[in-house]
C-alpha cells in the first residue's frame, strides 16, 4: 500500500527558512515524478515545483523561484523543499504529490498520490 508523508511544516518570521520533507512508501518511484503544491485558506491547490524521475529535472513556479529548492533521494525514497527568504504570501498547506509520469507536470490529475499536507504559516 502506498503511503505518502509530509513533515516538517511550522511557524516561521519573514524572511526566515523551512525544510519540508517527503516520505513515500509503499513501493519505489524513481521512475515518478513528484511534485509540492500548496493550498492558502479560501484558494485552490497550487503547484509549487516538481521534479523528474531521477532528479535531473526541476521546474519551479515563478513565485518561488530563486527561493525554494526541491531535491529528491531515491535512494530512500524520500523529496524535500527547501524554502528561503519566506514571506507571509507562503502560508499554506503543502503537499507533496506522486506523479503517474517520469517527467512533472502542473497538472493535478497526473499526480496519483497525496499526502495529507503539512502547514507552514509566515508571520511575524
Known amino acids: 500500500q502506498v503511503q505518502v508523508d509530509e513533515s516538517g511544516g511550522g511557524l516561521v518570521q519573514p524572511g526566515g527558512s523551512l525544510r519540508l520533507s517527503c516520505a513515500a512508501s509503499?513501493?519505489?518511484?524513481?521512475?515518478?515524478?513528484m511534485a509540492w503544491w500548496r493550498q492558502a485558506p479560501g484558494k485552490e491547490r497550487e503547484w509549487v515545483a516538481h521534479i523528474s524521475g531521477s532528479g535531473s529535472t526541476t521546474h519551479y513556479a515563478d513565485f518561488v523561484k530563486d527561493r525554494f529548492a526541491i531535491a529528491r533521494d531515491n535512494s530512500n525514497n524520500t523529496m524535500s523543499l527547501q524554502m528561503d527568504n519566506l514571506k507571509p504570501e507562503d502560508t499554506a498547506v503543502y503537499f507533496c504529490a506522486v506523479s503517474a509520469r517520469y517527467l512533472g507536470t502542473t497538472q493535478q490529475n497526473d499526480y496519483v498520490y497525496w499526502g495529507q499536507g503539512t502547514q507552514v504559516t509566515v508571520s511575524s
Open positions: 509503499g513501493r519505489s518511484f524513481s521512475n515518478n515524478a
